[in-house]
């Protein structure tokens, strides 16, 4: 039986099903023994990086799957890469130098049919000599020239996917130049030196973890020790040098304008028209995930996203700001920086995690849009925490507050037959769970918010009371010949809840322990109350009562009660933090266990002859 389970195991993992067989971490499948991390300004405004790792193989799956390549991306017009030394030292010690045809230069993937990115090239390390016990040793540089960077800058995360032995950061510059640098999640400053009219800062760190590989980890592992630096002057300076390109004078061509006419003669509604329009950017424009620095942070305008049919999440996002303001709607591009790494006196563009347009197009609010796809919530909800860092240098940046979704949903049915119900359905939507940009494109979205028994098909008629950014609210006529499922005697029953609720976290199976932080997508509080009318022949099995969890992380009721034929059910959730530490996770986890336990999700039901 164990074999069988573990063929199993095994044909799923090579499907891509990952496992968390035990809360204790696994060993390490490799070690970095060394990692040595430089960077050189010179006077002239170039930049020399140089990466040095000696990396120990401890499992063959470290060498057949994961480290048997390095790849190295880097653009040939302004960069000249140099391997100064590729060999791997064998368990034995012997010696083995990387053969002339282990390097071999590619077309990086992400690259593959963007115009604006065919000029990258992607140098495949192949690591030869590689055994159980053997110690990669890979040394190579990336000189850069003048004026492709708006200054050194990099936001390095201390962790990789295994753990590091010793890892050492140096930053050297020119006297007359200054370094502005900030740590993250560990208490170690640098080591300054001064010689020879230059300043060297260095950077020592021993026993670095590997990075957790749990799921619903804070995007860009923002808990983990960071180091930021630039010399940039300031974070203002920098943006805006940045901000000053072509492509943010949101310019469009003929064909732009005549696609934009036709959207606008088709739809009257200024929010209708502004969610066109995105999901004409998000749907039809490619997204070629190039990341910034390998293109110097340069941004392609919006006629060159257009007669690519595709580009980068800024040039997308640049491509839907213009077609918004050839539309008439007032539309801002923003940066979004996470809270812990927006610091002003720090002139760093890495720490841009993506961009966001807000658009107003009526007078009920304003929407937030993203360019890579058409989501079905206000934005607003999933920018909580960050910093908005506008591209226009007349409007503000600011910090976006957390926004709560809220829920109140009402169901009065009846059982009509044994297989048969019937009954309405109400529900208001607030904040981050408000479907509004979906109602706005379908009409008819409002009948596939459901799960179970009140989904599209059961469905006879849906009506949208109210729909605007701020709230929304709903009804539904239902009608369900298969709401029950039947067992013998017994007969089934699954409580609802709203596919834009917690259930479409998807978070169905919690781990016993946990060390990286979980994230939510936002606070959240769900309401549900139903009314259960039951003919002669039904009887409840499942025991009146009622369920409370209450701790830090948020709260949650059932209520199960039965007056006359009459069943009540009562289930409310709140979840008052979005992300949820280690200290914090064991009462989450025994809450949202609580939550999900199929025994308190469904109703069960006996036949009465």
């Not at 890979?138 to 753990?163: C, H, N, Q």
């Not at 509604?269 to 340069?298: K, T, W």
């Not at 925490?385 to 503000?396: K, M, R, W």
Request: aromatic letters at 10%; charged letters at 20%.
């Amino acid at each position: 039986m164990r074999c069988l389970i573990y063929l199993v195991m095994l044909a799923l993992a090579g499907s891509g099903i990952s496992f968390n067989l035990s809360a204790q971490e696994a060993a390490p499948d490799a070690e970095f023994v060394n990692i040595i991390k430089e960077y050189r300004l010179d006077e002239d405004g170039s930049i020399e990086t140089r990466y040095v790792k000696e990396l120990k193989i401890l499992t063959h799956f470290a060498f057949h799957s994961l480290y048997g390549e390095t790849f190295v991306v880097y653009d040939p017009r302004y960069q000249k890469l140099t391997i100064r030394e590729a060999y791997t030292v064998m368990a034995d010690g012997k010696k083995v130098m990387a053969p002339s045809n282990a390097f071999n230069e590619v077309l990086p993937r992400f690259a593959s049919n963007f115009p604006n990115a065919v000029h990258l090239r992607e140098m495949v390390i192949t690591h030869t000599g590689l055994e159980v016990g053997a110690i990669i040793h890979l040394d190579y540089t990336i000189r850069t020239e003048p004026g492709y960077y708006p200054a050194l800058m990099a936001k390095e995360v201390l962790a990789t996917s295994s753990p590091i032995v010793s890892l050492v950061v140096t930053v050297d510059i020119p006297e007359s130049s200054e370094l502005h640098y900030k740590m993250l999640h560990l208490r170690t400053g640098p080591d300054i030196v001064q010689e020879n009219g230059r300043k060297k800062y260095l950077w020592s760190f021993s026993n670095l973890p590997a990075r957790s590989v749990e799921s619903f980890q804070p995007t860009d592992f923002e808990y983990l020790p960071t180091l930021m630096f630039s010399t940039g002057r300031d974070f203002r300076e920098v943006f805006s040098g940045w901000a000053g390109q072509e492509a943010f004078q949101w310019k469009v061509n003929n064909e732009m304008k005549e696609r934009v006419a036709l959207i606008r003669s088709q739809q009257t509604d200024p929010y209708r028209m502004a969610f066109d329009i995105q999901r004409l950017v998000a749907d039809e424009f490619s997204l070629f995930d190039v990341p910034p620095e390998l293109n110097g942070f340069r941004v392609g305008t919006a006629a060159d996203t257009w007669r690519s049919n595709g580009g980068t999440d800024a040039e997308k996002s640049v491509l839907l700001c213009a077609l918004l303001k050839e539309a008439g709607i007032q539309a801002n591009l923003f940066a979004v920086i996470p809270e812990v790494l927006m610091d002003d006196a720090l002139g760093c563009l890495p720490v841009i995690r993506g961009f966001v347009v807000e658009a107003s197009p009526g007078t009920d609010g304003t929407v937030m849009l993203s360019a890579v796809r058409s989501d079905d919530q206000n934005l607003m909800a999933e920018l909580a925490g960050q910093y908005l860092i506008p591209v226009d240098p007349n409007a503000a940046q600011r910090k976006v507050m957390g926004t709560k979704g809220a829920v109140r949903a009402e169901f009065t049915l009846q059982v009509d037959t044994l297989s048969k119900l019937s009954g309405i359905i109400s529900a208001g939507f607030k904040g981050a769970v408000n479907p509004f940009p979906a109602l706005a494109r379908d009409p008819d979205y409002g009948k596939n918010l459901w799960n179970s028994f009140a989904s599209a098909g059961s469905v006879r008629s849906c009506e949208t009371l109210s729909a605007s950014p701020e709230q929304s609210s709903l009804t539904w006529k239902i009608e369900c010949t298969s709401a029950f499922k039947q067992q013998d005697e017994y007969l089934f029953l699954e409580i609802p809840s709203l596919k834009n609720g917690f259930s479409g976290c998807q978070m169905n199976y919690l781990s016993a322990s946990r060390s990286a932080p979980l994230n939510i997508p936002y606070p959240i509080e769900e309401s549900y109350s139903l009314s259960l009318e039951l003919p002669a022949h039904l009887e409840l099995i499942t025991p009146a009562g009622q369920y409370t969890v209450t701790n830090p992380s948020g709260g949650m009721t059932i209520k199960i009660a039965v007056k006359k034929s009459t069943v009540l059910i009562t289930r409310e959730l709140l979840l008052n933090v979005q992300e949820i530490t280690p200290q914090l996770y064991d009462g989450f986890r025994t809450l949202i266990n609580e939550w999900n336990d199929v025994n308190k999700r469904r109703l069960v039901f006996r036949k009465i002859q």
